[in-house]
């Protein structure tokens, strides 16, 4: 026997085990028992050669099994060898019968049970020690204890992603079931969208966007009225300097009639003034176009359509700048008339303009500088009008659409003469959420299984010290 364990350094399994009829007892649950399992099946043509093969596990002996096979061929002696233990083999021996060509499983065991029992060598060794079934039993509580120490880890997985897997099924959106759900569901999300745009739009907060500038309501239209402003006041048309007084002098001429001396006739201011409000028409339409609803490009035009119908304003303001303007009134005939000075002069809120080509049409100069001046401070108490105007008319759109208009317009798409079929459709949730929530139900149970399993293995073998299926 001491020969044997010299010649096989190796890991056996008992030919019981290798069986063409039956699955080995034992199974491979992780990597750091396959190679045991492996060499095991490697030495299985050594069994009808070696009376005896020692199972080497460690070196150190603690978890070495000796298996001695084809006990009954070699019985002499066998007993002093296995109880001495002169080598250290930590998980003690097993002796087995190896089973004949032709036998079955079941009759092998028999004959083996047989032979420890009435052998008169064989049947004095403990019968905790022989037998394929007590070999089994050892190879199966091997493999416990080196399962034991991998299932907390193993445990430990499968709650994490178990957890991982449930939180995020949890993030999915709601999957509802009933119409009724759906549409209480549609209204409170219709009431949050309502209460976040009344603080965005209407009370100026910005707390849910702190770094969206864009999402800053108030402050990006004053940025947007301030601009339309500046492109009001300071565009081409807008300009008093081009054409000066000649614009004025066409108008005066055209307007001709039976009146008293420098008696301004009112159809020439009033034919200026739809003049400058056709072409800020234009502007306006093309300053908001890409800004505006349809609504506000409507209201822009009913603003300029108010200002052609007459010339009136109670701003104070008006008469301290016409005043101001007509008090150089003096400089400029001065100029007219002396053809000496120079032909450029600066006119305080007109600017630099050039009266050269005025000086031979003396006959209508002042009422035209008179009608020149008007408009001037005219003009511009209506572009403020318009400024003021669009943002009282932007605020109370907003406040109109958010209060009233939004749900309407959104509850009478679903659920009116064309919303047929609309909350149904809410129902139906699209097709990359459920394929992701599928997936999630079906880990989570496939998890929660195992979870159950290995729980169950566990209890086995803290109350039995091994396991079987």
Not at 120 to 149: E, F, N
Not at 186 to 201: D, N, P, Y
Not at 206 to 211: G, L
Not at 238 to 263: H, S, Y
Request: charge should be neutral; hydrophobic fraction near 40%; proline fraction near 4%.
């Amino acid at each position: 026997m001491g020969d044997d364990r010299a010649r096989v350094h190796s890991v056996l399994k008992a030919e019981a085990l290798f069986s063409a009829r039956r699955a080995p007892l034992t199974a491979s649950y992780n990597d750091r028992i396959r190679p045991l399992l492996d060499a095991i099946d490697r030495l299985q043509n050594l069994i009808d050669r070696l009376p005896t093969i020692v199972v080497m596990v460690d070196k150190t002996g603690k978890r070495t099994l000796a298996v001695v096979t084809k006990a009954d061929k070699a019985p002499e002696g066998l007993l002093e060898k296995v109880t001495a233990d002169d080598v250290n083999i930590g998980l003690g021996y097993v002796c087995v019968r190896n089973r004949n060509g032709g036998e079955k499983y079941e009759e092998a065991r028999l004959e083996e049970a047989k032979l420890f029992d009435t052998h008169p060598l064989l049947c004095k060794i403990d019968k905790s020690i022989v037998g394929v079934p007590v070999l089994a039993q050892k190879l199966t509580q091997i493999q416990a204890a080196m399962m034991a120490k991998c299932l907390p880890e193993i445990v430990k997985k499968i709650n994490d992603k178990l957890n991982a897997n449930v939180a995020e099924l949890k993030k999915l959106p709601k999957n509802l079931s009933s119409v009724e759900e759906a549409m209480a569901a549609f209204m409170q999300i219709l009431c949050l969208a309502k209460e976040s745009l009344r603080k965005i739009f209407l009370r100026g907060e910005f707390d849910e966007y702190p770094e969206e500038k864009n999402m800053h309501c108030k402050a990006r239209l004053v940025e947007m009225l301030n601009q339309y402003s500046h492109e009001l006041q300071y565009c081409a048309e807008n300009d008093p300097r081009a054409n000066f007084l000649l614009e004025e002098l066409e108008v005066l001429e055209e307007a001709k009639g039976m009146w008293l001396p420098n008696f301004l006739p009112r159809t020439a201011f009033l034919t200026l003034l739809q003049r400058k409000l056709q072409s800020s028409t234009r502007r306006a339409a093309s300053s908001l176009i890409n800004k505006m609803k349809e609504k506000a490009m409507d209201r822009i035009m009913e603003f300029v359509e108010m200002e052609k119908l007459t010339d009136y304003t109670c701003n104070p303001e008006y008469m301290l700048e016409w005043n101001n303007l007509m008090s150089q009134q003096n400089i400029f005939m001065d100029a007219i008339n002396d053809v000496l000075k120079p032909s450029n002069i600066v006119l305080q809120g007109i600017g630099e303009v050039d009266v050269g080509n005025l000086r031979h049409r003396k006959q209508q100069i002042q009422e035209a500088f008179y009608l020149k001046m008007r408009i001037t401070a005219y003009w511009k108490i209506v572009l403020r009008r318009f400024v003021d105007s669009m943002a009282l008319h932007l605020l109370f759109s907003v406040q109109n659409l958010v209060n009233n208009e939004m749900e309407k317009e959104i509850v009478g798409h679903l659920i009116g003469p064309n919303g047929s079929g609309s909350m149904e459709r809410i129902l139906e949730e699209a097709p990359p959420v459920a394929a992701k929530r599928d997936k999630l139900n079906r880990s989570i149970k496939l998890l929660r299984e195992s979870a159950k399993v290995v729980a169950k293995i566990m209890d086995r073998i803290a109350t039995d010290g091994e396991y079987s299926d």
